[in-house]
């Protein structure tokens, strides 16, 4: 039988400003502030006070600054 070697891919799902916080260790005012100067992952309007961001895109912004690193 044939059997892949591919790791599993980690569910993507919608972060809240408290996770993506808790990830990334910024504050909300560093988040928005890295967002306008384009240079962190836009958030994605959920309703008319709510805002989240897609978990991919914050942790390959993370993988992404981790590998700056070197």
Do not use: C
């Not at 993507?12 to 808790?22: M, Y």
């Not at 958030?43 to 993988?63: K, N, Y």
């Amino acid at each position: 039988m044939f059997q892949q070697n591919t790791a599993p891919t980690p569910e993507r799902r919608i972060l809240r400003r408290a996770e993506v916080e808790a990830k990334t260790g910024f504050r909300r005012a560093h988040i928005y502030n890295l967002m306008k100067d384009g240079k962190f992952p836009k958030a994605l309007r959920l309703g008319v006070r709510a805002v989240g961001w897609d978990s991919s895109e914050i942790d390959q912004w993370i993988i992404d600054r981790l590998k700056e690193r070197v």
